[in-house]
């Protein structure tokens, strides 16, 4: 299996641009997770859905954050306008029913200038 | 309020020894717990997970012992190799959502 596959991996914008990340979960995983890696705050989960439903999106930090999961292959998470405070790693992570072990992808750093 | 905590920031061990993390919780509830090992730039990778029904779990030189009455949990890597340098995070789910603790740098010595 290749795992959580994200992309891009390195994403550098400015200012005011759209930002769209992408994920692609581990098949036959049901429930995949949206997470925020900042040197201040740590690991944040953002939203969480589960077969393709958004169950919860309360880390979502405000309503310039938006996350789609349109099937079960497929996940983005998009920033209008993104902000410099929005430079961080994020993270897509999968996972069976839980609780079952998440697996996490790569990671996309994201520079916002 | 952190719910798992890991009070060793690091931990610097001689290849070939054991190496030792401990993690302690305190929501009581908690009934599975996990340790993810993390390198620079990559994302979180799953180790080895315990559920509350056993006391230890064993996979190739990674163990983890569960102490149920004193609210922790300990991973033993051993023997300890230079490619077991990294970050390692326990875990414990609260339904869907992941507590984890703040880290333990690992750093194997030649």
């Known amino acids: 299996d290749a795992g959580v596959i994200q992309s891009p991996r390195h994403e550098v914008t400015e200012m005011g641009q759209e930002v769209t990340l992408r994920c692609k979960p581990i098949?036959?995983?049901?429930?995949l997770f949206w997470y925020r890696q900042t040197m201040m705050r740590g690991l944040e989960l953002l939203i969480y859905f589960n077969n393709n439903v958004p169950i919860d999106d309360s880390g979502m930090p405000e309503d310039r954050f938006s996350a789609k999961m349109p099937n079960a292959s497929f996940s983005t998470l998009k920033i209008q306008p993104s902000e410099p405070r929005d430079s961080a790693v994020y993270f897509c992570?999968?996972?069976?029913?839980?609780?079952?072990?998440?697996?996490f992808g790569p990671g996309t750093r994201l520079t916002v200038l | 309020d952190q719910q798992v905590k890991q009070n060793s920031p690091s931990l610097s061990v001689q290849e070939g020894r054991i190496s030792i993390l401990n993690c302690d919780y305190t929501n009581s509830m908690f009934d599975y717990f996990l340790w993810y090992k993390k390198y620079p730039a990559e994302g979180p990778t799953f180790l080895i997970s315990i559920s509350s029904i056993k006391d230890k779990n064993e996979d190739g030189r990674f163990t983890v012992f569960l102490n149920k009455s004193a609210k922790h949990l300990s991973l033993h890597i051993v023997p300890s190799q230079p490619g077991d340098s990294a970050v390692y995070f326990c875990a414990a789910p609260d339904d869907y959502k992941l507590s984890f603790g703040a880290g333990t740098t690992v750093t194997v010595r030649a």
């Open positions: 992570a999968s996972s069976s029913e839980p609780p079952t072990p998440q697996f």
């Open positions: 098949s036959g995983h049901n429930s």
